[in-house]
């Protein structure tokens, strides 16, 4: 029988059924499987040192890693004082260098066999005797040939990924070696190419049984890394294809609302604002004014920094589809939000002729059904809610224009489940999250982009503190001087241990302590996620009405809350907030004419150390980088105001899946990029596929079958991203 792909790897020389159990434990049960689990890291012969070299190299100061070859003279336990130690003496053609363990020793006794070769993996020092030593290195068995040859041949050898489990059942690298290096000769001839050979050529890439090959057993570094390019440039084509099908199907849509623009109302409107709009807001409502003419419906992203006024184009696009007689939905995340947004769309349209609904989870039965009765009747409003909204009982009739605040609070699953609702509506999406460019593209890649990047003018840059805990009381003096001359001021406690009671705890304790002490002369509020919305937007109101100089909350009032004459914001126990939650619980402040303070409260050893990371991230070790982080982080929000910024120092700290919070909001999970290090691959690879699909969007010619058949076997899970059948 011929061996394909698809065959089991039994049918492999070398591997009979029980093998073939034990591979399937990892994952691995075709030909097609094993030529593509590839390995995890390399050992290239060009970065080896002997150990003469190495010593010279410690002796003279070097204090990093680094890797050596040996193979084993001799181990012993040696006894120092109550402990045992245990030492394996290795040489190479130079000389010893030897390796020592100071525990587990049961574990390595038997390990190291005389005359095995290994590559061993550390810091080296130099000992009191004058030996080359390495401490708890990493380690690699090598098999005698590959050792041999190690350094007159060209040779990079593979290292896998292998679990605990079958590495206990001897499934060893070198086993892995040698059944892949068979798999690539009976088979290699088998794999299909799996791009297009105009863009291989065009682009200069390897092709698909050269990087199969040349990933397991690199034939210099040169191909490596060619092998890497091509399967990162293959992955970011295919999401970046899927992004284009979907907006060049959008775009094909011709019977979206065509809205009459010119309305007194707006006019109007405008002309009662006590602010004028910014140019960023005046060219965001003219990207949007051209959406809203034409037939094809907006599917827009409007990206602004928290501050930047993306509220009151929304609401100016809202208005503009009630006026044409839709129906509107604002959506935000939270509930407290909602009620903010209901509350002042009330307020800013007091005496013009719109309707404000409000429709949110907690809302009593009588008062929902009473709102969705309105919304099937097709009445024109702007219904203001939280998910709420595309709840199965809500529907629309009329609905003309879906906005949705905040959107990277949402999955990317909720944001199409509103839009399939109707037919046709337009849609905005905001966001705050100043996110780069490559992940906008890559998140974000079917909506076209209006980016808010300026701040309204009256604008006083926020200053921000890191103080103690021990210095709260002369942070509550200094509130006090502050409300004394009629501003307001936030005091946010975080989220304790996960738990929405402990939370609760402290807010409240703060609350009653701090209110019976200390501000007993001030109207103190609090607010929190467990009460009822009506108390919610009592206590909001409140604040907003200036009832209240002081609101004691927990995190609920993180995102979008807008209360202008608050120019104080206290965050304790800072160092327990992600960045982009302190940014945005910071961006609560500093949206009036006065002077922001934003002070962090932390403990009195955090609050004295100073890092200023971004000058030397490219020089700090990964170690470096996580045992500094929360101080790092702290130092960044007293150092930087501007959200890309931020997010920049966020995205090195935690990696792009994590940035911001986009965790859950449908990034695909590459296997072989990584959206911060191959942003120029991502460009590329854009270009490339953005090109072939407007060039043949049904990917109907013969050359681009392949990849039509592509999507369909390997990237099906990443079909949100497309309308294709
Ligand atoms: P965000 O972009 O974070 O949603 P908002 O829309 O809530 O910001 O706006 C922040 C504050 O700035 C609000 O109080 C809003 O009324 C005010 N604002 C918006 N645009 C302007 C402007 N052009 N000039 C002055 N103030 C403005
Ligand atoms: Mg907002």
Same mark, same amino acid.
């Given at each position: 029988?011929?061996?394909?792909?698809?065959?089991?790897?039994?049918?492999?020389?070398?591997?009979?059924?029980?093998?073939?159990?034990?591979?399937?434990?990892?994952?691995?049960?075709?030909?097609?499987?094993?030529?593509?689990?590839?390995?995890?890291?390399?050992?290239?012969?060009?970065?080896?040192?002997?150990?003469?070299?190495?010593?010279?190299?410690?002796?003279?100061?070097?204090?990093? @890693?680094?890797?050596?070859?040996?193979?084993?003279?001799? !181990?012993?336990?040696? #006894?120092?004082?109550?402990?045992?130690?245990?030492?394996? !003496?290795?040489?190479?053609?130079?000389?010893?260098?030897?390796?020592?363990?100071?525990?587990?020793?049961?574990?390595?006794?038997? #390990?190291?066999?005389?005359?095995?070769?290994?590559?061993?993996?550390?810091?080296?020092?130099?000992? #009191?005797?004058?030996?080359?030593?390495?401490?708890?290195?990493?380690?690699?068995?090598?098999?005698?040939?590959?050792?041999?040859?190690?350094?007159?041949?060209?040779?990079?050898?593979?290292?896998?990924?292998?679990?605990?489990?079958?590495?206990?059942?001897?499934?060893?690298?070198?086993?892995?070696?040698?059944?892949?290096?068979?798999?690539? *000769?009976?088979?290699?001839?088998?794999?299909?190419?799996?791009?297009?050979? *105009?863009?291989?050529?065009?682009?200069?890439?390897?092709?698909?049984?050269?990087?199969?090959?040349?990933?397991?057993?690199? @034939?210099?570094?040169?191909?490596?890394?060619?092998?890497?390019?091509?399967?990162?440039?293959?992955?970011?084509?295919?999401?970046?294809?899927?992004?284009?099908?979907?907006?060049?199907?959008?775009?094909?849509?011709?019977?979206?609302?065509k809205y009459k623009l010119n309305i007194p109302l707006v006019k109007d409107f405008l002309n009662s604002l006590k602010f004028e709009l910014t140019n960023a807001q005046l060219k965001t409502l003219h990207e949007i004014r051209l959406d809203m003419e034409s037939a094809t419906p907006m599917n827009r992203l409007v990206q602004g920094d928290v501050g930047s006024g993306k509220t009151i184009v929304a609401l100016i696009a809202?208005?503009?589809?009630?006026?044409?007689?839709?129906?509107?939905?604002?959506?935000?995340?939270?509930?407290?939000?909602?009620?903010?947004?209901?509350?002042?769309?009330?307020?800013?349209?007091?005496?013009?002729?719109? @309707?404000?609904?409000?429709?949110?989870?907690?809302q009593r039965k009588k008062e929902k059904d009473a709102t969705y009765e309105k919304m099937s009747n097709g009445a024109p409003a702007i219904y203001v809610g939280t998910h709420a909204l595309i709840e199965e009982k809500a529907n629309f009739s009329n609905l003309g224009l879906v906005i949705i605040d905040e959107q990277h609070r949402f999955g990317v699953a909720q944001r199409s489940d509103l839009i399939t609702k109707s037919?046709?509506?337009?849609?905005?999406?905001? !966001?705050?999250?100043?996110?780069?460019?490559?992940?906008?593209?890559?998140?974000?890649?079917?909506?076209?982009?209006?980016?808010?990047?300026?701040?309204?003018?009256?604008?006083?840059?926020?200053?921000?503190?890191?103080?103690?805990?021990?210095?709260?009381?002369?942070?509550?003096?200094?509130?006090?001087?502050?409300?004394?001359?009629?501003?307001?001021?936030?005091?946010?406690?975080?989220?304790? *241990?996960?738990?929405?009671?402990?939370?609760?705890?402290?807010?409240?304790?703060?609350?009653?302590?701090?209110?019976?002490?200390?501000?007993?002369?001030?109207?103190?509020?609090?607010?929190?996620?467990?009460?009822?919305?009506?108390?919610?937007?009592?206590?909001?109101?409140?604040?907003?009405?200036?009832?209240?100089?002081?609101?004691?909350?927990?995190?609920?009032?993180?995102?979008?809350?807008?209360?202008?004459?608050?120019?104080?914001?206290?965050?304790?126990?800072?160092? #327990?907030?992600?960045?982009?939650?302190?940014?945005?619980?910071?961006?609560?402040?500093?949206?009036?004419?006065?002077?922001?303070?934003?002070?962090?409260?932390?403990?009195?050893?955090?609050?004295?150390?100073?890092?200023?990371?971004?000058?030397?991230?490219?020089?700090?070790?990964?170690?470096?980088?996580?045992?500094?982080?929360?101080?790092?982080?702290?130092?960044?929000?007293?150092?930087?105001?501007?959200?890309?910024?931020?997010?920049?120092?966020?995205?090195?700290?935690?990696?792009?899946?994590?940035?911001?919070?986009?965790?859950?909001?449908?990034?695909?999970?590459?296997?072989?990029?990584?959206?911060?290090?191959?942003?120029?691959?991502?460009l590329k690879a854009k270009q490339v596929a953005f090109e072939t699909i407007e060039n043949d969007p049904q990917l109907s010619s013969d050359k681009n079958e392949v990849i039509k058949n592509n999507i369909k076997q390997f990237y099906k899970n990443n079909f949100h991203y497309s309308n294709i059948a």
């Open positions: 029988m011929a061996i394909t792909l698809n065959s089991s790897i039994q049918y492999l020389k070398s591997i009979g059924p029980k093998r073939a159990e034990l591979f399937s434990t990892i994952g691995i049960k075709t030909v097609r499987d094993l030529l593509y689990y590839f390995p995890s890291r390399y050992l290239d012969r060009t970065t080896i040192l002997d150990s003469s070299k190495v010593f010279k190299f410690v002796a003279s100061g070097y204090n990093n @890693e680094i890797t050596i070859v040996g193979k084993v003279a001799d !181990t012993e336990e040696i #006894r120092y004082g109550k402990k045992n130690i245990f030492k394996v !003496t290795f040489k190479d053609d130079k000389g010893f260098f030897e390796c020592v363990w100071f525990s587990g020793i049961k574990f390595f006794r038997n #390990r190291f066999k005389e005359d095995d070769y290994y590559a061993i993996s550390a810091k080296p020092v130099i000992t #009191r005797y004058g030996h080359l030593q390495f401490a708890h290195p990493d380690f690699d068995k090598l098999d005698s040939e590959e050792s041999l040859n190690f350094r007159n041949t060209g040779k990079i050898i593979p290292f896998y990924k292998i679990p605990q489990n079958p590495k206990k059942q001897n499934l060893s690298d070198l086993s892995l070696r040698r059944v892949i290096s068979s798999a690539v *000769e009976q088979c290699i001839n088998e794999i299909e190419e799996t791009l297009p050979k *105009e863009i291989i050529e065009n682009n200069n890439l390897l092709n698909i049984k050269s990087t199969v090959k040349n990933k397991h057993f690199p @034939e210099s570094s040169g191909l490596l890394e060619r092998a890497n390019y091509r399967l990162k440039f293959e992955e970011f084509f295919y999401i970046e294809s899927l992004i284009a099908l979907k907006k060049l199907n959008n775009k094909k849509i011709q019977n979206g609302i809202l208005l503009i589809a009630v006026s044409n007689g839709k129906q509107t939905a604002f959506m935000a995340p939270t509930e407290i939000l909602a009620i903010q947004h209901f509350y002042n769309l009330q307020t800013m349209l007091k005496g013009f002729p719109v @309707e404000v609904e409000l429709l949110i989870g907690g037919f046709t509506p337009d849609v905005l999406v905001m !966001t705050a999250t100043p996110i780069p460019r490559t992940l906008t593209m890559t998140l974000y890649g079917d909506l076209d982009v209006s980016i808010i990047d300026e701040m309204p003018k009256d604008r006083i840059p926020i200053k921000t503190y890191l103080r103690s805990d021990k210095k709260l009381d002369k942070i509550y003096k200094f509130i006090i001087d502050s409300v004394d001359k009629g501003l307001q001021a936030f005091i946010v406690y975080p989220l304790v *241990e996960d738990s929405d009671k402990l939370d609760l705890k402290a807010a409240e304790t703060y609350y009653n302590e701090l209110n019976n002490s200390v501000f007993s002369n001030y109207n103190v509020g609090l607010i929190h996620g467990k009460m009822k919305w009506n108390e919610k937007k009592e206590v909001m109101q409140k604040f907003s009405d200036k009832e209240f100089d002081i609101l004691i909350s927990t995190t609920v009032i993180e995102v979008g809350i807008d209360i202008p004459n608050a120019n104080i914001i206290v965050i304790n126990d800072a160092h #327990r907030f992600g960045l982009s939650q302190l940014h945005q619980l910071r961006g609560r402040i500093g949206r009036g004419s006065e002077q922001g303070h934003c002070i962090l409260v932390t403990s009195e050893e955090l609050s004295k150390k100073q890092f200023d990371a971004t000058f030397s991230f490219d020089f700090l070790s990964d170690a470096q980088i996580q045992k500094n982080k929360t101080i790092i982080r702290l130092n960044a929000l007293v150092n930087y105001t501007s959200g890309f910024k931020l997010a920049e120092i966020d995205m090195k700290l935690r990696g792009p899946g994590d940035i911001f919070g986009l965790k859950q909001s449908g990034l695909p999970d590459f296997k072989y990029a990584n959206l911060v290090e191959d942003q120029d691959i991502l």
